[in-house]
Nanobody
Framework: QVRLVESGGGLVQPGGSLRVSCVAS????????MGWYRQAPGKQRELVAT???????RYGDSVKGRFTISRDDAKNTVYLQMNNLTPEDTAVFYC???????????WGQGTQVTVSS
């Protein structure tokens, strides 16, 4: 059974930083692509960042240069370091994984990130 557990969300002031983490189980972590998506109230879920098993990364346009995704295969964990946060980054952040053979998407329950003064 695939399980993704996010942590690290919270309230942060504009311009601040936050790191969220996701621990995965039930998958062969080191061959899967891991990712972060987010959904703000009234908006569709959008890509934040992904990292594949070779460390290749992809970012959504709105977070390029501010967010960094990384992974620790020994800990089955993916991280998202978020810097220079703005109120527009307020959303529920979801961990995502997909991999062979089905490439089906699996999702965590989400962690709330709120950027406000």
């Amino acid at each position: 059974q695939v399980r993704l557990v996010e942590s690290g969300g919270g309230l942060v002031q504009p311009g601040g930083s936050l790191r969220v983490s996701c621990v995965a189980s039930g998958i062969v972590f080191n061959i899967n692509t891991m990712g972060w998506y987010r959904q703000a109230p009234g908006k569709q879920r959008e890509l934040v960042a992904t990292i594949d098993n070779e460390g290749n990364t992809r970012y959504g346009d709105s977070v390029k240069g501010r967010f960094t995704i990384s992974r620790d295969d020994a800990k089955n964990t993916v991280y998202l370091q978020m810097n220079n946060l703005t109120p527009e980054d307020t959303a529920v952040f979801y961990c995502n994984t997909r991999g062979p053979p089905t490439w089906r998407h699996y999702w965590g329950q989400g962690t709330q990130v709120t950027v406000s003064s």
